[in-house]
């Protein structure tokens, strides 16, 4: 699902973003986002596609943000997916880390209160 902004206006897309077409779609309401966020598919591929999907409309001072990229993340390869591993591969553009090692907040993921997520924001 994605939420797209023209002036005042937003769009609401209910499509899966794996498709060529849904990116059509999004490029045909505004090509250029300063933010985009990766939080789907959690497979290898699903975010690998995404990203490869969504990147060219990024602007010039944007950046794409990447949910669960802690190596670290309690349930990497399972429901927190694979993401780390994609993004430990993308070798160009800058690349920043937002890792909490362990939350004091009153939320914990069932008996987990550490290595929960992380984002990475990258920059081409």
């Known amino acids: ?41 959690h497979s290898y591929e699903g975010v690998r596609r995404d990203f ?17 990229i802690d190596p670290n993340h309690v349930f990497k390869d399972g429901p927190g997916g694979q993401v780390y591993k994609f993004w430990k591969d993308i070798n160009y553009g800058s690349k920043t880390e937002i890792i909490c090692t362990k939350s004091t907040a009153s939320y914990s993921m069932g008996q987990f209160t550490e290595h929960y997520g992380g984002i990475g924001l990258w920059k081409p």
């Open 1 to 41: 699902m994605y939420f797209y902004t023209r002036g005042h206006d937003f769009t609401f897309i209910h499509a899966n973003s794996q498709f060529p077409e849904t990116a059509n779609l999004v490029k045909s309401y505004c090509d250029s986002f300063d933010f985009i966020f990766i939080d789907g598919d």
């Open 52 to 68: 490869e999907l969504y990147k060219s409309m990024l602007s010039p001072r944007g950046y794409i943000a990447f949910h669960d």
